[in-house]
C-alpha cells in the first residue's frame, strides 16, 4: 500500500534497490532537475524538451547534479532526433560520431548500411508498374558489387562493430547513430517503400527523416537526403 511504499522509500517517482536508488523528473522542472546530486543520468526523448528553463540550458542544468562525481559520473541522453540543430543533434556531434559498420557475407568489406541513391550502393530495387518488386530488394556491397539480401541481415549484425568517425569535441564523450535498415524490427521492404512513399510529400519526408534513418530533418526544397 502507499503507507509501505513511503516506509520503504519507493513512491511513484521514487525507488530504492540494493546499492542505489532511482528518481524520475521531468525536464520541464529546473527545480526537479536540480533537486539532488547523481553520478548516473538518463535523459530520454531529449529533442522534443524545451532547451531553456528558468535556470539556464536545461542540459547544463541536469549535467551539474553529476559533477561532484569527476570522471565516475555517466551522462546518458537518447533520442529520436527532430531538427537539425535540436539537442540530440548537438549532443551526437561533440562526441566521436560512432557508426555501425557491418561485413558483407560475400566479401568481407565493413560497411553501413544506407541507400543506394546516389551513392551506387546499399539498399537497392526494382519496380514493376510503378510497384516495388519486394524479390528484388538487397543491400548492393560497395566492394565486390554483390547484392545482399535480407536473409543476411542477422549475421552481418552479429559481425558488426562500433567506429568512431571524428575525435570528440569534448574529451570522453561517445555518440552513437543507427538507422531502421539495421533493425530486426524494420524489413528492408519497409523502409524501401517509406522512402518511396517520402519522395514529394514534405510531412512524409521528415517522418521518414527522423523516424526511419534516425537524423535530424533540415528544410532544404529538395527531395530527402537519406
Known amino acids: ?54 535556470e539556464g540550458d536545461v542540459w547544463e542544468i541536469m549535467s551539474a547534479r553529476s559533477q561532484q562525481w569527476g570522471s565516475d559520473r555517466k551522462q546518458l541522453a537518447i533520442s529520436t532526433p527532430v531538427l537539425h540543430g535540436d539537442l540530440i543533434h548537438t549532443l551526437y556531434n561533440e562526441g566521436d560520431q560512432r557508426q555501425y559498420y557491418v561485413p558483407c557475407p560475400f566479401c568481407g568489406e565493413m560497411q553501413l548500411l544506407d541507400f543506394f541513391s546516389g551513392r551506387g550502393y546499399g539498399l537497392h530495387w526494382e519496380t514493376v508498374s510503378g510497384k516495388i518488386d519486394k524479390k528484388s ?56 517503400q517509406a522512402f518511396a512513399d517520402a519522395e514529394g510529400n514534405p510531412q512524409k519526408r521528415q517522418s521518414f527523416i527522423n523516424l526511419k534513418m534516425g537524423r535530424p530533418f533540415k528544410e532544404t526544397g529538395t527531395k530527402p537526403d537519406v
Open 1 to 54: 500500500d502507499s503507507k509501505t511504499s513511503r516506509a520503504s522509500g519507493d513512491t511513484q517517482y521514487a525507488k530504492e534497490f540494493p546499492g542505489g536508488n532511482l528518481d524520475a523528473v521531468s525536464a520541464l522542472s529546473a527545480s526537479q532537475l536540480a533537486s539532488s546530486t547523481k553520478r548516473v543520468i538518463i535523459a530520454d526523448e531529449v529533442s522534443r524538451w524545451k532547451r531553456e528553463l528558468s
Open 137 to 192: 530488394i538487397g543491400i548492393i556491397c560497395q566492394k565486390c558489387g554483390k547484392k545482399i539480401p535480407e536473409q543476411h541481415k542477422h549475421t552481418m549484425l552479429n559481425g558488426g562493430e562500433w567506429r568512431a568517425s571524428v575525435s570528440p569535441l569534448k574529451e570522453y564523450t561517445a555518440s552513437f547513430h543507427i538507422n531502421g535498415l539495421y533493425s530486426p524490427f524494420i524489413s528492408w521492404s519497409e523502409m524501401a
